[in-house]
Each structure stands twice: as C-alpha cells, then as structure tokens.
C-alpha cells in the first residue's frame, strides 16, 4: 500500500473518527472502504448513465423507422425478433 496525506476540515475529521469508531475501523480502513465505496457508486451511476443513453439511442431509431415508413410498425418488429430467439 501507498502512503498519502490529505488535508480535512477538524470537524470532518471527528465524523470519520467517529465513524471509523463506531464500524470498529481504523481511520485509514474506514477512509479506504468509503472512497471505495463512492468509486463503486460513481461507476454503476455510469452504468445506468450509458444504458438509458441506449435505450434512447434505441427509441430515436425506431421512432425514425416509423416516420420513414408510415405502415411500419415497430412493437411488431421487436416482437417478432423476440419470438425468433
């Protein structure tokens, strides 16, 4: 492991102690699993982020299609490619 400084507000750094206290934790464990813990967050946020932007990429396509071709009908379409797998 890598040592780092960081500098903390003295209030915050009685929460974290407090914290890390109450969790049985050293100061350092209970700083390395809640940054850990905030990366994990940050990561499935982008996740989901990249999903809807799909979905909506997926929508816009589709809604697309249907102007183009005015007697297309897309729910039929997905459901046929539904049933085709």
Known sequence: MT????????????????FSTGE?????GFIREAVSSYI???????KLHEKAKTIQESIDFFRKMGEKNKNW??????NRSR???
């Open 73 to 78: 009908d897309g729910v039929k379409e997905i």
């Open 3 to 18: 040592r780092i400084n960081i500098i903390l507000d003295e209030d915050f750094l009685k929460k974290v102690d407090c």
């Open 40 to 46: 994990a967050l940050k990561e499935e946020e982008e």
């Open 83 to 85: 049933e085709q797998r």
């Open 24 to 28: 049985k934790m050293t100061r350092s």
